[in-house]
């Protein structure tokens, strides 16, 4: 059974940040922004999740953001954890922050922006499979009560990872049997089947992502993209026909191109490099080519899409016009400096390689 439900009265708190905030104010305005702040104060608990994610995504600035955030999420989830590490569950929740907490678990130290954020105690004190049972959990949760593809893009992370280490497949199954075997996402229209092994897991893990995929979440997007680039890059080692490896490029960049075009950068970034050089990189380092998806016209398309929401997968993107479209510059020192300063900006590593240009 999973311990953390939803008593359904955020509803009331919805209400009230959608009267008092959201539509006098909007929801980015600087007077959203202290409107939310002021209403999470009051105990309002969805102001708290958006408080949070104000926080966590760097829109207001904190010296130790993450930290600080994770705090909030735990507000907004009806969640306290106690000295001795034990989640104390109060029922008074808004689910979607049900999926941040999942989040933390499985990135904390392992992936941006998690990777090396301060120490948060709570995580520290728990092993890896600890973790990933709790935010499977907790992605259940919410996927139960949202339908969130979000939340559902995070269980078939998980599950993937599980499969592969029997010590985390030992540990989860329980929870894996009671949310997730020959179980019905009503709200997401997604049933599941057996769960009695690690393929069944891989199986149910691709599913989600598909799901999620289906659902336009960029993120899954993304990472189906990731997981089919490993894929090519194999079959292309193992020998595999043009014909099969066209069928894949072309869903490659497909789910590249869905993502893009709602300007992540990640995405958008490394579709301007299948354009300009053809390459599709594997997680392993390994690399192939398709030099029938060469367009130069398209790679200055979708490196340009890459810079419209910066982030540091931006950085690759200016560094890549750099690169690749310099007579842009030749004429244009001001272009040039705008854009370093970007880079610079954004992702310091990567203007270490521009300057080298």
Not at 23 to 32: I, K
Not at 228 to 256: F, H, K, P, Q, R
Not at 331 to 350: G, T
């Amino acid at each position: 059974m999973n311990i953390f439900t939803c008593d359904g009265s955020y509803e009331n708190d919805l209400k009230e940040y959608t009267l008092n905030i959201l539509t006098s104010s909007g929801v980015s305005s600087p007077n959203a922004e202290r409107g939310i702040m002021y209403t999470a104060d009051s105990g309002n608990i969805v102001a708290q999740k958006l408080y949070a994610d104000l926080i966590y995504y760097k829109k207001i600035y904190r010296p130790d953001p993450y930290p600080e955030a994770f705090g909030l999420y735990l507000k907004a989830s009806g969640i306290t954890i106690s000295e001795d590490g034990t989640w104390l569950y109060s029922g008074h929740s808004y689910p979607h922050a049900f999926r941040m907490l999942g989040l933390y678990l499985t990135d904390y130290k392992k992936t941006d922006p998690l990777r090396d954020c301060d120490r948060i105690e709570p995580i520290e004190s728990m092993t890896r499979a600890g973790r990933l049972n709790t935010a499977l959990l907790l992605s259940c949760a919410c996927v139960e009560h949202t339908g969130s593809p979000e939340a559902l893009n995070l269980i078939g992370r998980i599950l993937r990872e599980a499969a592969g280490d029997s010590t985390f497949y030992c540990e989860l199954l329980p929870a894996v049997r009671d949310n997730l075997e020959n179980h019905n996402f009503e709200k997401i229209s997604l049933k599941t089947g057996n769960m009695d092994t690690p393929d069944a897991w891989l199986k149910a893990s691709d599913a989600c992502l598909d799901k999620a995929v289906e659902c336009g979440y960029v993120y899954a997007c993304n990472n189906k993209a990731a997981r089919l680039a490993d894929l090519i890059v194999t079959s292309v080692e193992e020998g595999s026909s043009i014909e099969v490896l066209e069928d894949m490029v072309n869903e490659y960049a497909a789910l590249l191109k869905a993502s893009a075009e709602k300007y992540e950068p990640y995405a958008a970034n490394r579709l301007g490099l299948l354009y300009m050089t053809g390459e599709i990189h594997a997680s392993d380092g390994g690399c192939a080519i398709s030099h029938s998806h060469i367009n130069r016209s398209l790679a200055r398309e979708y490196f340009l899409k890459a810079t419209k929401y910066p982030d540091s997968n931006s950085a690759w993107a200016f560094y890549n016009l750099i690169k690749y479209f310099h007579k842009d510059y030749d004429n244009n020192i001001e272009l040039m400096n705008e854009h370093m300063d970007c880079i610079k900006q954004l992702n310091p590593r990567v203007y270490d390689l521009a300057i080298e240009l």
